[in-house]
């Protein structure tokens, strides 16, 4: 793991994206868009461990290596309304692409029947929007430096998504956003742009990235269908990650206790904005519960759920791959 330009002052940064994980509608076209419009790999096919009549689908590259998860909750039937995009909320989150293939991707979308939406260039990358089945805003940006390699999901590899590039927090002030971010969770900021300020960690390699976005007069966001409900940092053990809780807590921060993901162990708290935040560890990863090359292939639930599985399964929709 790069750990570049971390700063003597922090001693436990995160390290880049983990994941961002949202709240869409039905599954089976969310499977259908993230597999085989976008060309993801479900690496992870299990329940929300907070709710298990709902599925928690993982999608990735080919091992679900941190920095390239995006993560949905269908929440279809539960008379969750949809969500309203604003600030306090992750607004969009941005899949890295090879230069010069957005025209495919614009075509490939539309043929999919999505229409797509060219961004003004930002920070000098190209970049295109979609809305996904749910009414999220997924962006593709063209960025020459993404050494990644893609899952053959069925794209061209010269057009194949490498993971994710940046979420884009909409705030109506980030300075105290700047501030926990550059301060406790060891980001620095590498571009400014207008209202758009680009905060880093690690690298400023996509999957490292975090856009803050000021806008004073916003509407406040609201959770619910279409909308993301968190976004996650890696950060490199647990006792980092205990230590990172401690000083949180001692700035201030209202965070959960350490949370067993299965896959990952996890806190959360919200920074000053409202942004939901999670520290998540890289370990132990996705193959801790079934082998490499049959990742996102059965239903996975935690040990602890293991002997209410028929109970669980009649309860989650059908779904078809
Ligand atoms: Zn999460």
Same mark, same amino acid.
């Given at each position: 793991m790069v750990t570049a330009c971390q700063g003597d002052s922090v001693p436990h940064p995160v390290q880049q994206l983990h +994941?961002? $994980?949202? $709240?869409?509608?039905?599954?089976?076209p969310d499977l259908d868009f993230?597999?085989?419009q976008l060309g993801l790999r479900l690496v992870k096919r299990t329940v929300n461990f907070d709710n298990h009549s709902v599925y928690h689908f993982y999608y990735g590259t080919e091992a679900g290596a941190p920095g390239t998860i995006w993560t949905t909750f269908p929440y279809h039937g539960w008379n969750v309304?949809? %969500? $309203?995009h604003g600030a306090g909320q992750i607004v969009a989150t941005a899949f890295s692409v090879p230069p010069g293939s957005l025209a495919f991707w614009r075509t490939r979308l539309a043929a999919g029947g999505f229409t797509t939406t060219a961004r003004p260039p930002r920070l000098g990358q190209p970049v295109l929007a979609v809305r996904d089945p749910s009414g999220l805003v997924l962006e593709l940006v063209e960025d020459l430096r993404d050494t990644r390699p893609p899952w053959d999901g069925g794209i061209p590899t010269g057009s194949a998504i490498r993971g994710l590039h940046s979420v884009t927090l909409l705030l109506h002030a980030r300075e105290p956003t700047i501030e926990l971010m550059t301060g406790l969770l060891g980001f620095r900021i590498v571009r400014e742009e207008g209202a758009r300020t680009r905060l880093a960690a690690g690298t400023d390699a996509p999957g490292h990235l975090a856009d803050l976005v000021e806008a004073p007069g916003a509407p406040p966001g609201r959770n619910g269908l279409g909308t993301v409900h968190h976004v996650a940092f890696a950060i490199g053990s647990a006792a980092a990650q205990l230590a990172l809780r401690a000083e949180l807590v001692g700035a %201030?921060?209202?965070? $959960?206790e350490v949370r067993d993901r299965t896959y990952f162990q996890s806190i959360y708290f919200r920074e000053p904005g409202g942004v939901l935040f999670e520290v998540a560890t890289t370990a132990p990863g996705f193959a801790v519960d079934e082998p490499p090359a049959e990742l996102g292939r059965s239903l996975r639930l935690p040990?602890?759920?293991?002997? +209410?599985?028929?109970?669980i399964e009649a309860t989650l929709p059908p779904i078809d791959r």
């Open positions: +994941h961002v $994980t949202a $709240t869409v509608a039905e599954a089976q993230c597999e085989r309304p949809q %969500g $309203t %201030g921060r209202d965070v $959960t040990p602890w759920e293991e002997s +209410h599985r028929a109970t």
